[in-house]
């Protein structure tokens, strides 16, 4: 009895001791009974008959692959010689590992250890160590119920039946079921990540806002309140732009249009038609002749500009002014005639 207080024991610390193995698997890790029925094969020394052996176990997996049964079975054999019966009671711990995670139809190999406790004819008794092996199908019949055909090798290390007689091997060849207590876990529902916290908007400072709309920020804009559409300089204050009339120049003491003038000023009709801003038209001279005379002469030039240009239909409120500047306004030299053509011209200034 000693003995088997201790294996009863060392089998609830080995149970206990692996059930937190399974705490997150994903398999079936309920507790299960395990019935079961089959016949006892003795070995010829015991000069035993075959017998029914009966048996039920306590069991769980610990992996999808291995599981661990505590296991009480008995048989009651009758003697041939002499006459009479040979009773065994075990308690034993197997474990069973499966070759495959899942499937309807799983086979396994079988080791356990237990106690025997022998009775010949309810005089010769005592309690001996037993080891026991095999193979094993299992088939799934539904969620809670399955199946397991199971034949095995036992040793029973038994020297007290037969005082002249020991160790003994005996085939085991058993049918049963296990049946799983209460209901099968569910995996952990997935934790879902908390909403990060709002950002706080951050603060606009001055190098964030443009209140004109001129693409310079309000603390390198030296000229806040610019209207639309005036081009801008890095200050943010206008800067005087031209349409380029280049080739739009004039013959020497002259003031009417040359004929390869025109081409150019379709152009600047073009372009004032599709930008909505306003032009000063501007008239220049070369250095030749009286400042006077250059400066009637470079009116009259710009004169004949805007008169094209509002002929041609530029609306006449988009001109600001008709200027000659005379020869005060260089571009070039004065002292070749390149130079001297080159300054006899009219621009378009952009205005604010």
Same mark, same amino acid.
């Given at each position: 009895?000693?003995?088997?207080?201790?294996?009863?024991?060392?089998?609830?610390? !080995?149970?206990?001791?692996?059930?937190?193995?399974?705490?997150?698997?994903?398999?079936?890790?309920? &507790?299960?009974?395990?019935?079961?029925?089959?016949?006892?094969? #003795?070995? +010829?020394?015991?000069? !035993?008959?075959?017998?029914? /052996?009966?048996?039920?176990?306590?069991?769980?997996?610990?992996?999808?692959?291995?599981?661990?049964?505590?296991?009480?079975?008995?048989?009651?054999?009758?003697?041939?010689?002499?006459?009479?019966? &040979?009773?065994?009671?075990?308690?034993?711990?197997?474990?069973?590992?499966?070759?495959?995670?899942?499937?309807? &139809?799983?086979?396994? #190999?079988?080791?356990?250890?237990?106690?025997?406790?022998?009775?010949?004819?309810?005089? $010769?008794?005592?309690?001996? &160590?037993?080891?026991?092996?095999? /193979?094993?199908?299992?088939?799934?019949?539904?969620?809670?119920?399955?199946?397991?055909?199971?034949? %095995?090798?036992?040793?029973?290390? $038994?020297?007290?039946?037969?005082? =002249?007689?020991?160790?003994?091997?005996?085939?085991? !060849?058993?049918?049963?079921?296990?049946?799983?207590?209460?209901?099968?876990?569910?995996?952990?529902?997935?934790?879902?990540?908390? $909403?990060?916290?709002?950002?706080?908007?951050?603060?606009? =400072? @001055?190098?964030?806002?443009?209140?004109?709309?001129?693409?310079?920020?309000?603390?390198?804009?030296? @000229?806040? %309140?610019?209207?639309?559409?005036?081009?801008?300089?890095?200050?943010?204050?206008?800067?005087?732009?031209?349409?380029?009339?280049?080739?739009? +120049?004039?013959?020497?003491?002259? @003031? =009417?249009?040359?004929? $390869?003038?025109?081409?150019?000023?379709?152009?600047?009709?073009?372009?004032?038609?599709?930008?909505?801003?306003?032009?000063?038209?501007?008239?220049?001279?070369?250095?030749?002749?009286?400042?006077?005379?250059?400066?009637? /002469?470079?009116? @009259?030039?710009?004169?004949?500009?805007?008169?094209?240009?509002?002929?041609?239909?530029?609306?006449?409120?988009?001109?600001?002014?008709? +200027?000659?500047?005379?020869?005060?306004?260089?571009?070039?030299?004065?002292?070749?005639?390149?130079?001297?053509?080159?300054?006899?011209? =009219?621009?378009?200034?952009?205005?604010?």
């Amino acid at each position: 009895m000693k003995t088997s207080k201790l294996l009863v024991g060392a089998m609830a610390l !080995a149970l206990y001791g692996q059930s937190g193995l399974a705490q997150d698997a994903d398999f079936d890790d309920r &507790w299960y009974i395990a019935p079961r029925a089959g016949v006892v094969f #003795a070995d +010829n020394k015991r000069e !035993a008959d075959n017998s029914m /052996l009966l048996g039920i176990g306590i069991g769980r997996f610990f992996h999808p692959r291995f599981a661990i049964d505590l296991e009480l079975q008995h048989n009651n054999a009758d003697l041939d010689i002499p006459p009479g019966k &040979w009773e065994n009671l075990g308690l034993g711990l197997a474990g069973r590992m499966y070759f495959s995670d899942s499937g309807n &139809w799983r086979p396994y #190999a079988m080791a356990g250890i237990s106690s025997l406790r022998h009775d010949r004819d309810r005089s $010769d008794s005592g309690s001996d &160590w037993a080891f026991q092996a095999g /193979l094993g199908l299992h088939s799934n019949f539904n969620e809670r119920v399955n199946f397991r055909a199971e034949v %095995g090798y036992r040793y029973d290390s $038994d020297d007290e039946s037969i005082p =002249t007689r020991d160790d003994y091997s005996d085939y085991i !060849a058993s049918l049963g079921v296990t049946i799983a207590l209460g209901d099968r876990s569910q995996p952990p529902a997935p934790v879902e990540a908390a $909403d990060p916290p709002p950002q706080p908007m951050p603060e606009k =400072t @001055c190098a964030d806002m443009d209140d004109d709309g001129d693409g310079i920020n309000n603390c390198d804009d030296k @000229c806040p %309140g610019t209207a639309s559409g005036v081009m801008v300089g890095a200050d943010g204050c206008a800067v005087p732009v031209g349409i380029d009339l280049r080739g739009v +120049n004039f013959d020497f003491d002259k @003031c =009417t249009l040359r004929t $390869d003038a025109v081409s150019i000023l379709d152009e600047a009709v073009k372009v004032l038609g599709a930008n909505p801003i306003r032009v000063e038209v501007a008239g220049h001279t070369d250095a030749v002749g009286t400042d006077a005379y250059n400066q009637r /002469l470079s009116e @009259c030039r710009a004169k004949v500009v805007a008169d094209y240009l509002t002929g041609n239909g530029v609306a006449g409120d988009r001109i600001t002014g008709v +200027n000659g500047y005379g020869e005060s306004r260089p571009i070039d030299t004065n002292d070749t005639a390149e130079g001297r053509a080159r300054n006899r011209r =009219t621009e378009l200034n952009v205005q604010q």
